[in-house]
């Protein structure tokens, strides 16, 4: 009896020793699994790191490139707006040049400004004969008397229909100056009388200017002595 139970106990012994190394040779190969997996999932991890870095500069990449294209565009809309105020305000400007020289022919349509030199000296003709009654007077502006420079504002304003200032010191600065051997019919013809005084007239043509003397109204040669050594510069108002 002793000796069967000691058999048993040596078949359980060596059952229980083959099952350990069973089971350490189950967990080393585990163990070796386990080891071996871990560079794998370690090569993973970094491929999936790298591809979410390639992910995210290409998306990084994507988002530059559409703010790019934005600012291209948004710089075409500005240019391309740019270029529609430029014509649309050309265009207001071309209009607005038509209509003030319309509004030049209309303001000017019933002018003798533009009269050639045969027909001014038939104005100035003319504007003699209805003020030659008139007399002189300093200061005077109408049909009890009247002086040099409001005889020329008057002329102008009534058969050029172009308003002068009313005195000879600020009629002198209107205009374009013109030499006297360049003189037309229509230009204002100014004197030093005096130290202080000074006189205005219209050149008529033919060496003569149409003016409110002293004497009268009256047509004088610019060559009289007085009149020669006085002579003081011209102005062009109108054409």
Excluded at 33 to 45: H, L
Aim: charge should be positive; proline fraction near 1%.
């Amino acid at each position: 009896m002793l000796k069967k139970i000691s058999i048993i106990t040596t078949l359980f012994l060596l059952f229980f020793s083959i099952q350990g190394n069973l089971y350490a040779n189950q967990s080393s190969k585990n163990s070796s699994k386990i080891e071996k997996q871990k560079p794998q999932q370690k090569k993973q991890n970094i491929q999936s790191k790298n591809t979410k870095t390639k992910t995210d500069k290409k998306s990084k990449s994507t988002q530059q490139n559409k703010i790019t294209k934005n600012k291209v565009e948004n710089k075409k809309i500005v240019k391309t707006n740019n270029k529609v105020a430029k014509n649309k305000n050309t265009k207001l400007q071309k209009i607005a040049k038509v209509n003030k020289n319309q509004k030049s022919e209309n303001n000017y349509s019933n002018s003798y400004a533009y009269l050639n030199k045969n027909e001014k000296v038939k104005v100035f003709n003319e504007f003699y004969n209805e003020t030659k009654h008139i007399k002189y007077r300093m200061g005077g502006t109408g049909k009890n008397g009247i002086d040099c420079s409001a005889f020329i504002q008057k002329m102008f304003k009534e058969k050029f229909d172009y308003t002068l200032s009313r005195s000879t010191i600020t009629q002198v600065n209107e205009g374009i100056e013109v030499k006297k051997s360049e003189l037309q019919p229509g230009d204002l013809v100014f004197f030093k009388t005096s130290k202080v005084d000074k006189h205005v007239g219209v050149y008529t043509g033919n060496g003569e200017f149409l003016h409110a003397s002293i004497k009268g109204i009256q047509y004088t040669k610019l060559d009289k002595p007085f009149y020669k050594d006085s002579y003081w510069t011209a102005r062009r108002v109108i054409n």
